[in-house]
């Protein structure tokens, strides 16, 4: 009898010795002028030594002494982009060099995010993060919001923060079908493909929304056809519909695919992704989403009609990309997706400047406010790190398809 690949997945995190982050651990920042590979390099090492918490990685980290001894302490809610974008980056990488070490260092954030729906103890939920801690972290309490941390039932000893919002769902399949693509041996991929499963399957389950593990739909889990919902949604469901088809060979996710479209029209939706007027509401958030369910849907579409739907909606985006000034690392990834993804390149010399120009984090000094149990408050001042994901996982993109030089 096969082990199912839920319990394979558990049996897997329960006995993989992941590296756990401890604060500070490394120390070496790049000087703004060295030679770009040089500075991708040193900030791959902070981010591994200073923000690698058991397989994901943190947004943001606050040292000792408001943090802990390892990466534990600082804003969570986001950390799934930034262990997809580590995702992305390390399978590109693995393309490039045909590394085991850089292969390994794939597996070993896929276990990770396997363990960020083992914590919530409920198949198909995953948490935004977790943490190794017997006790509530301060930081709980005055980020994101602190009723959606819990004390874990299935791995006593953890908390885990929770609502899963739609762009985190996006990020894990988008990370899960670039390591599937580029990256997963047989036993990873059986981990992967569970994954996605029971991700994706559960949101099918219940109407196409997010539901929590109080099966009630999150804050911002709306992909369903019988409610109001935004057009960007109706990409990211056909995305993640499209990967778990190929991914999983079930043929329950083709259907809900052509479902959607044939009496929902969500092809149709897709093509308005890209708010371009109001010029606020154009957002590069938003945009880092569609390229990431685009990723998903380009290659893997063999229909000439959906095809040229897609196009119609990456177009728009490129329509206001055209006119960026990388003001944010995530905008000079989408020249390079657009261009592999079309065959139409659009990298001009702007986008190459941004590339080589491209720096990490600084570390930088605050006072942190911090509630106590009794009620109270302390000032503390303490060091921390954002980080540095997109600058990694854009050179790597670069390289794995000619836009970076090595030697730059």
């Not at 004390?151 to 609502?163: F, I, K, L, N």
């Not at 929902?264 to 569609?290: F, G, N, Q, R």
């Not at 196009?311 to 020249?335: C, D, L, T």
Request: aromatic share 12%; hydrophobic share 40%; charged share 25%.
């Amino acid at each position: 009898m096969k082990t199912p690949t839920y319990c394979l997945a558990i049996a897997l995190v329960s006995c993989s010795v992941l590296p756990v982050a401890t604060g500070q651990q490394v120390n070496d920042f790049p000087r703004a002028d060295d030679p770009l590979h040089v500075r991708v390099a040193m900030y791959d090492a902070l981010m591994r030594g200073n923000h690698l918490n058991e397989g994901i990685f943190m947004q943001h980290v606050v040292f000792p002494p408001a943090g802990e001894d390892r990466a534990l302490v600082g804003s969570q809610e986001d950390a799934l982009e930034v262990t997809g974008a580590m995702m992305a980056a390390y399978c590109h990488r693995y393309a490039v060099t045909n590394n085991p070490e850089h292969r390994q260092q794939c597996h070993e954030i896929l276990m990770g995010i396997a363990k960020l729906e083992k914590v919530t103890g409920v198949p198909g939920v995953f948490a935004r993060s977790f943490n190794r801690t017997d006790r509530p972290l301060w930081h709980e309490r005055v980020n994101f919001y602190p009723i959606e941390w819990h004390a874990s039932t299935s791995m006593p000893g953890y908390r885990w923060e929770g609502d899963l919002s739609s762009d985190k769902f996006v990020d894990i399949c988008y990370a899960l079908s670039v390591y599937f693509d580029l990256a997963a041996d047989e036993k990873h991929k059986a981990i992967a493909v569970g994954l996605v499963d029971r991700l994706v399957g559960r949101v099918v389950d219940k109407n196409f929304k997010l539901v929590d593990v109080d099966n009630k739909m999150t804050l911002w889990g709306n992909f369903c056809p019988d409610m109001p919902h935004q057009a960007l949604n109706a990409l990211e469901m056909l995305a993640a519909l499209k990967t778990a088809y190929r991914m999983t060979g079930k043929d329950r996710y083709r259907a809900a695919y052509r479902m959607l479209i044939e009496k929902h029209h969500y092809d149709d939706e897709a093509i308005m992704a890209k708010v371009i007027w109001p010029e606020m509401w154009s957002v590069p958030w938003d945009d880092k989403l569609a390229c990431k369910s685009y990723w998903q849907l380009f290659p893997h579409e063999t229909d000439p009609s959906l095809l040229n739907k897609y196009r119609m909606s990456i177009n728009r985006h490129q329509y206001v990309w055209a006119k960026s000034e990388y003001e944010h690392h995530g905008e000079i990834w989408f020249p390079m997706l657009y261009s592999v993804l079309t065959g139409d390149n659009v990298v001009t010399e702007k986008t190459i400047t941004a590339l080589k120009n491209m720096q990490g984090f600084k570390r930088t000094k605050r006072i942190f406010t911090i509630p106590r149990e009794d009620g109270s408050i302390e000032h503390v001042e303490s060091e921390e790190e954002g980080n540095a994901a997109l600058m990694i996982r854009n050179y790597w993109f670069g390289r794995h398809y000619g836009f970076v030089d090595p030697a730059w």
